[in-house]
């Protein structure tokens, strides 16, 4: 199996992928992060909170953000009853219970700043911890309103790729197709693609070798309909020749970056995915997509059939 | 009318539009938006929120706002009366109604964070409610006046469009001319125009061809008069030979963008628009829209002229 | 003074600035914004309020918030009034002054969520307007902090541009120069200048030539210290031939717009400005701004030296 | 040491950085900020308070806030107490200790809204004051919860350099090579590099050359893994002939500008830094500084690894 990059010696292997050709496993994860992970830092330093939170599934941001208000809530709750509860005024003493409940909702009413007055402090010690929680509160909720308010406005391409890339027949020959469209009411205009392939040998160990590859229209005015992405297999696409037997004796991934201008968001947003071997199908065809209403007046885009082919001969 | 589109066949037919050429009705609809319909989604993923909430209607965004900051604290109200009016002080409890009432001002009061304290929760379940209304509160209000300052301050292009193409005498020949012109106090600088054109046969279905035209001047560096957007026709232009016949013959779409930099947003804004054979004018000319101020110190730009033309005898 | 232009004849007169030939008075005012006035809307369509409110200078817009502050308050006092002031409890009714100050305080704690509960509201119709109050005054907080906030920290280029621009002596013969400095703690990168010149016959009425004219250097990477932007006279400029008779017989403007991008706001800003004939001066050189501190560890850049220059002879 | 330069005479100096050869000291400082002081300005006009706030140091903009905090109440207080405390309700009059911090805490319960009520003003004086404190307080939170989610939020590139830049063996030549790389959570693509550098004479003063320099490869698509930057030095090189000399003889300063795309901060990012003679490392090699996982499924990238190298004996 020496020699096995040979085939490919006559394209000039590109080095600004930004992958190394000496790293392990699959380059970009599914979710278009790549599958690379960070040491030498300090816990501290290893993190960009804002991103850890914008990326954080919506259910799990959330509940941080309850269990954090309860947490805070408990945690001044505790000091001023430390303070002690006769400097609150209006707190139901009938039991430690209640007691506690009342002081943390004190707590609750202050930190949100609703503050009914029912349950007041009084005195130095207890005014001045309501004091400082009020304003931490107004702090902690713009960054908690921020984000959940950030995360709903945030700029995203909102594009669905089809699960597989075919090869299919174009021309007078094959090329390597994928395709994508816009799933939801927004509207993305001057939209490019970006490809690029990572060829490794399955047997050898850490060999890599990466290539740009072109696509026929690498760039489009307005993203309305499905984009099918074609890149023509020729003498200048390392596909070239028994494609078949390439991606089978190979490990290939395929890197895909859209980046368009989305309007609503007066933005520009990125958009990126990943096709690997065991995700090319040989000699399919796309099935359409979209067709007329019923009555001719406007196009119905079915984004369920965005997979949908069909076997063809190739020859 | 077999080789309708043989007249075409010494220009390069278009791909990059994004629109297709199987696709039906008219491909931009007059808001700029396209005439696409989208299926096979479950209605959830359907939607982007936040472009839903930008680009609603003015009073229709207020009512929403108004129609679920009511039902919201209907909705609490019941949960307090559940809970049992006892456990909040301070209620009219003369008759049913003033009960209710009541609880569903102590429910605004609370999800403002108004929080007079005449009505304040006592015991455990009440306190817990309003806690969480509180803070339900400040996470909803934070979405609601996101939105409500993010239309306010929304990168717009804010330009007014004639409603109609001119066929015009140009130099030797014709042009295909429509103006625009900035309607309000912003600034916008660094303008650029792209045009494109669907033509299909009336007659015969499902058949359209794209094709990019030129702009004799396609970026202008301060957009401040009316822009007047002037494609030659010429032997490079799809609407050259029998420009008139074309038109009725063929159902023809111009698809205008202009993109440019607005400085008081520091955003990149855009605006588009589309002519339709109906909206073309033959043998007509666009008049001046600016004038000298009285003192000629300044120029005056009326916009209800942006569509005035005089009809002209071209050869 | 026919044939005023046949001087610039070899040079392509320019349509690509955005302006016009038959505009009348000074293209750009002082503050870089466009000498024209709207006309031909209705009030309401006339102005994009964000704009007004960014752009309005520090006290107005101050002193506008208060007022409007006021103004609600009064409007909502008078209502409540209206309502019937046994509606409110803890109102002080000694007298009608009295009686409505505290009217217009409770709807100031209403309309700011402070709502210390003093004065509260009792009974439907009351506690209903405070309902509202209290959401209006979220949302108008919403705009008012908004802007307040957006006018803080929206991306700005400040730049000072000196007064005058000079022709001075360069290389063998001569330029028009002119020069800025970053006057704040901000660094802009990747700065780059476009230069357009309007040339009208003084006496003649509404004929006016656009040129598009070249700086040596258009761009540089960190606009650090001032920088000198030179137009060199040569055969490709307008100004060639008797320099100083050009500005004279004629009306002169040349249009400056530096655009650069500024990693504090991680935002493109635009600054413009222009020189008409009256601010050009012949025969002069700039005096360097900028000098070793004493201990020649850092440069100090003299801002108030912006527009210093010394006569020089220029055959 | 006359004809220092000559051996530049082959290269174009550039004059696009926007530094000045006869500037004093370093360059940038190790911030990457310039190393100039702005003067001749009155100190109002000097600061941009945005990028002040932006910049400032974590610590510092949390003890700023809670200062500024405590400040206003007590100037507020002041007043309060000014216009006399029987215009408050329910103050603890004991002494006057007690007296004054129940004003304060009252000032600070209107300052955020809270609004307990248990203290609440009574009176015309009082009230207008607290009306007008609740109103600056939404206004000043909003500047420091802004300020407080801006600086959180605000779009970094979150790179780390290497600390040193070294000559290292590059084909049948040398390089200078200095790496880079991400070490947050977040994701750069279209990375690009400009290189410029500052050559000066030691001994002469006040005499310096830019040039640009040329990276091997100067964009790359995605910010995975380590990057590092070759600058082969041939011909073209100010550093070509005996590099260590010129290094040794002269004062020499590399700028280093990245700019990228961020996803997550839907945002261009820029970070910079300098490499002075001093931090040049002659015949040294950069070590790899990332491995495959234990499992060889993902790429483990050693932060505390970027400066690693070894030196390597180069004829």
Do not use: C
Not at 209 to 225: C, D, G, P, R, Y
Not at 257 to 268: H, L, P, V, Y
Request: overall charge negative; charged content about 15%.
């Amino acid at each position: 199996m020496a020699g096995f990059f040979d085939r490919f010696s006559r394209l000039k292997s590109e080095n600004d992928t930004g992958f190394s050709n000496t790293a392990s496993g699959r380059f970009l994860n599914s979710n278009g992060y790549p599958n690379v992970k960070m040491a030498g830092l300090n816990p501290l330093e290893k993190y960009s909170w804002y991103h850890v939170m914008i990326n954080l599934n919506s259910f799990l941001f959330i509940l941080l953000l309850i269990v954090s208000y309860i947490v805070i809530n408990i945690f001044f709750a505790f000091i001023y009853y430390l303070i002690g509860i006769d400097h609150l005024t209006g707190i139901d003493k009938s039991n430690v219970i209640n007691e506690f409940t009342d002081v943390f909702f004190f707590s609750s009413q202050t930190f949100t700043t609703v503050g009914y007055g029912r349950i007041a402090p009084v005195g130095f010690l207890a005014s001045l911890v309501a004091t400082f929680e009020a304003f931490l509160g107004l702090l902690s909720f713009a960054i908690a309103t921020g984000l959940f308010y950030g995360r709903f406005s945030r700029p995203r391409a909102f594009l669905k790729f089809s699960q597989n890339a075919l090869i299919s027949p174009y021309q007078d020959g094959k090329a390597l197709m994928f395709r994508l469209a816009p799933f939801k009411n927004n509207l993305l205009t001057d939209a490019v693609v970006i490809l690029n392939v990572a060829i490794s040998n399955k047997e050898a160990d850490s060999q890599t070798e990466f290539f740009t590859i072109e696509a026929e229209i690498n760039k489009i005015n307005s993203l309305v309909l499905n984009w099918t992405i074609v890149h023509k297999i020729d003498e200048n696409s390392p596909f070239f020749g028994n494609t078949q037997e390439i991606f089978q004796t190979a490990e290939v991934e395929i890197f895909v970056q859209i980046r368009a201008f989305d309007e609503g968001f007066a933005s520009t947003v990125v958009q990126r995915t990943s096709y690997t071997s065991e995700e090319i199908i040989f000699d399919a065809a796309f099935l359409p997509m979209f067709k007329p209403s019923y009555n001719h007046e406007t196009t119905i885009l079915n984004l369920d059939k965005i997979n949908d082919f069909k076997k063809v001969n190739l020859n």
